[in-house]
């Protein structure tokens, strides 16, 4: 069946370096979302990228979609505390372009 | 944050009880979705509603049953709660895409959550 794969499970950082996430579809998407949950919250939307090669800047996170719309990325550059958190990647399900398959996330740690 | 409100936030029942949880909305969007989040697994969709009393399944139905009369409202419930179905439950709604040119997919507004515990 349809996967999408995220790498690294977790990771923890020193506060000011930089992170990155990647995710992995078994199938080509026509668009991949990102989302954000912080410890004991709910997950928020971040941003949607639908383009091949697109890369997409929101202040230090840039979020990237493969070539092959197949693969994305999401790299913060100088984390802070406040980045700290699990991060999720969404690709619509295949045939049903207003349901989502997540991937399992990579959660953050950023040390002060 | 949308407009969505999840209850009970926090329950404890015991096996073979029947359980409902309730997702509200006042956004009026079409599309209503529950979700269970477990460590290691992400979110994975339990079902979902594209409008008043129509609904489908997801990918971890079983043992789930949903109901949408009204707009705002969608309702989980577990039939028989087995130990199992211990998680946290989110709901989330979506309603139209931005995307001007290619095909984008509606992007979801979490509710709290709802964190369920079956002895």
């Known amino acids: 069946g349809q996967q999408v794969m995220q790498i690294p499970q977790y990771q923890h950082v020193q506060e000011g370096e930089d992170f990155t996430t990647y995710c992995n579809s078994s199938?080509?998407?026509?668009?991949i979302q990102w989302y954000k949950q912080r410890p004991g919250g709910h997950p928020v939307f971040l941003i949607q990228?639908?383009?091949?090669?697109e890369v997409k800047k929101q202040k230090r996170l840039t979020f990237q979609f493969g070539e092959a719309k197949k693969n994305s990325s999401l790299h913060i550059t100088a984390t802070q505390t406040t980045d700290v958190g699990t991060y999720f990647c969404?690709?619509?399900?295949?045939?049903?372009?207003?349901?989502?398959?997540f991937g399992a996330g990579t959660r953050l740690a950023v040390h002060p | 944050d949308a407009g969505i409100t999840q209850s009970p936030r926090h329950k404890v029942t015991e096996t073979g009880t029947p359980v409902t949880l309730r997702c509200h909305q006042t956004?009026?969007?079409?599309?209503m979705y529950w979700y269970r989040q477990d460590p290691g697994h992400g979110l994975r969709l339990i079902h979902y509603?594209?409008?008043?009393?129509?609904?489908d399944k997801g990918e971890v139905s079983d043992g789930y049953s949903v109901s949408r009369s009204k707009t705002e409202d969608f309702l989980l419930t577990l039939e028989s709660a087995t130990s199992s179905q211990t998680s946290v439950y989110f709901c989330?709604?979506?309603?139209?895409?931005?995307?001007?040119?290619?095909?984008?997919?509606?992007?979801?507004?979490f509710g709290p959550g709802t964190r369920l515990t079956v002895t």
């Open positions: 989330a709604i979506s309603g139209f895409v931005i995307i001007l040119r290619e095909k984008g997919s509606y992007e979801q507004y």
């Open positions: 199938t080509t998407l026509s668009n």
């Open positions: 990228l639908v383009k091949s090669g």
């Open positions: 969404a690709g619509p399900v295949s045939g049903g372009y207003n349901k989502l398959i």
């Open positions: 956004e009026n969007h079409r599309y």
């Open positions: 509603s594209y409008g008043v009393k129509d609904t």
